[in-house]
């Protein structure tokens, strides 16, 4: 149980475009899912957490604008990278959680942008 | 405020030795603990948590990890590493009750088993 998927799994885009990522609870409905930035063997970076229906609080030093995250429904949220650049390649990584389990954490495999 | 330290970046080991990857903590209140596991280009894995009770916890893989109050620690154990252990590990602490339900992670430990 407590399974959380992404899509893509990773994604080549040109500078100047968007992309969306989405992030699902596919046995649970998840009240708050959490955004992670990771750069190469480094730890995970907090982006931005967000509950369902309301916006997303996002982390010092991120861009609201530019990481727009959306969470729609208790099972689907997603992060849309808009205007992409080169340095937003990363490796990016969701995960889930509900009241129940002692709002423990469940994470996603992750998804690599790689901005051209 | 709530922190985690992971002192060695890198622990290399032979296979069939045990293996020891250290983490101290920070919070205020009671600690929840985590520990995962990365391999290249994947997400975490869940290996094992301390919420509360015994504080010696066993999870996945053969891992274990013994929660100790009094030096703020969980150090995670394996009495026989095998070289499929070769990855990133990550310690991650949540305060109980908990502001926000936000995870604090340690730097990471990069464990290499050598055959």
């Known amino acids: 149980g407590a399974v959380v998927s992404q899509h893509p799994s990773w994604v080549i885009c040109k500078s100047g475009t968007s992309v969306k990522i989405e992030c699902r609870s596919l046995d649970f409905q998840a009240t708050t899912m959490f955004w992670y930035r990771q750069f190469p063997k480094q730890s995970l970076m907090l982006m931005a957490t967000?509950?369902?229906?309301?916006?997303?609080?996002?982390e010092q030093g991120v861009e609201k604008d530019k990481f727009l995250i959306n969470h729609a429904s208790l099972t689907l949220s997603t992060l849309t990278v808009t205007s992409a650049h080169p340095e937003d390649s990363s490796f990016y990584i969701c995960?889930?959680?509900?009241?129940?389990?002692?709002?423990?954490?469940?994470f996603g495999p992750g998804t690599r942008l790689t901005v051209l | 405020a709530q922190s985690v330290a992971q002192p060695e970046d890198q622990v290399n080991v032979a296979e069939g030795n045990p293996l020891t990857v250290k983490c101290t903590y920070s919070v205020s209140g009671n600690p929840y603990l985590f520990w995962y596991v990365q391999y290249p280009n994947r997400g975490l894995q869940f290996l094992l948590k301390?919420?509360?009770?015994?504080?010696l916890v066993k999870g996945s893989y053969g891992f274990e990890a013994e929660f100790n109050k009094s030096q703020t620690s969980f150090h995670l154990k394996k009495p026989s590493a095998l070289v499929s252990d070769s990855a990133l590990y990550f310690c991650?602490?949540?305060?109980?009750?908990?502001?926000?339900?936000?995870?604090?992670f340690g730097a990471g430990t990069t464990v290499t088993v050598r055959a």
């Open positions: 995960s889930a959680s509900f009241e129940s389990s002692y709002n423990e954490q469940f």
């Open positions: 967000s509950n369902e229906g309301s916006k997303a609080t996002y």
């Open positions: 991650a602490v949540r305060s109980d009750p908990p502001n926000d339900y936000k995870l604090s």
């Open positions: 301390y919420i509360t009770g015994d504080n």
